[in-house]
T-cell receptor, first 112, second 112 residues
Framework: EPEVTQTPSHQVTQMGQEVILRCVPI?????FYWYRQILGQKVEFLVSFYNNEISEKSEIFDDQFSVERPDGSNFTLKIRSTKLEDSAMYFC??????????FGSGTRLTVV | QKEVEQNSGPLSVPEGAIASLNCTYSDRGSQSFFWYRQYSGKSPELIMFIYSNGDKEDGRFTAQLNKASQYVSLLIRDSQPSDSATYLCAVNMNTNAGKSTFGDGTTLTVKP
């Protein structure tokens, strides 16, 4: 079964450092997303990406965040200057039309 | 008022019983509805999606949608210990793709 692949599985970074989270969505999917889940809390939308541009973003997705699809397979989330409150599990997801998401296994980001 | 609200849980049922999980949503314009299962420490996994009023069955799972009441539910028949997980209700404003708004989840425990 096709998978969404995320790397790394765990990243520890110092406050103020830049991090890049990487994702390889399912190859024939057209819609890509980043969500995050702070420990014990609900899954929160960050950004959606379609046709090589951001289609929607949340209030969380401020100027410190950016996304890129640098080639035909990778989809990245960059946080420019991490804060303690950015510590969370970050999930990449992709979808084909409106049939629900396939999530990657996630990257646990710990900001110290 | 929360946009997507689920039973506070936790919910405990004996093996073989029917588990009933409920979800209400606030935006009457919502078009598509999803149930995800999330095991502890893992990413959400799509179980079912439903767009139209009524019931939709897939194996032991039945999703029920009532748009007039802004209510969606998931029934799990013949519950198994492996069904023990947190169940997430998610709602989209359109049927094509796009942002999902998740509820807090209901944790289900199936006791052997």
């Amino acid at each position: 079964e096709p998978e969404v692949t995320q790397t790394p599985s765990h990243q520890v970074t110092q406050m103020g450092q830049e991090v890049i989270l990487r994702c390889v969505p399912i190859s024939n999917h057209l819609y890509f997303y980043w969500y995050r889940q702070i420990l014990g809390q609900k899954v929160e939308f960050l950004v959606s990406f379609y046709n090589n541009e951001i289609s929607e973003k949340s209030e969380i997705f401020d100027d410190q965040f950016s996304v890129e699809r640098p080639d035909g397979s990778n989809f990245t989330l960059k946080i420019r200057s991490t804060k303690l409150e950015d510590s969370a599990m970050y999930f990449c997801a992709s979808s084909d039309q409106g049939y629900g998401y396939t999530f990657g296994s996630g990257t646990r980001l710990t900001v110290v | 008022q929360k946009e997507v609200e689920q039973n506070s849980g936790p919910l405990s049922v004996p093996e073989g019983a029917i588990a009933s999980l409920n979800c209400t949503y606030s935006d009457r314009g919502s078009q598509s509805f999803f149930w995800y299962r999330q095991y502890s420490g893992k990413s959400p996994e799509l179980i079912m999606f439903i767009y139209s009023n009524g019931d939709k069955e897939d194996g032991r799972f039945t999703a029920q949608l009532n748009k007039a009441s802004q209510y969606v539910s998931l029934l799990i028949r013949d519950s198994q210990p492996s069904d023990s997980a947190t169940y997430l209700c998610a709602v989209n404003m359109n049927t094509n793709a796009g942002k999902s708004t998740f509820g807090d989840g209901t944790t289900l425990t199936v006791k052997p």
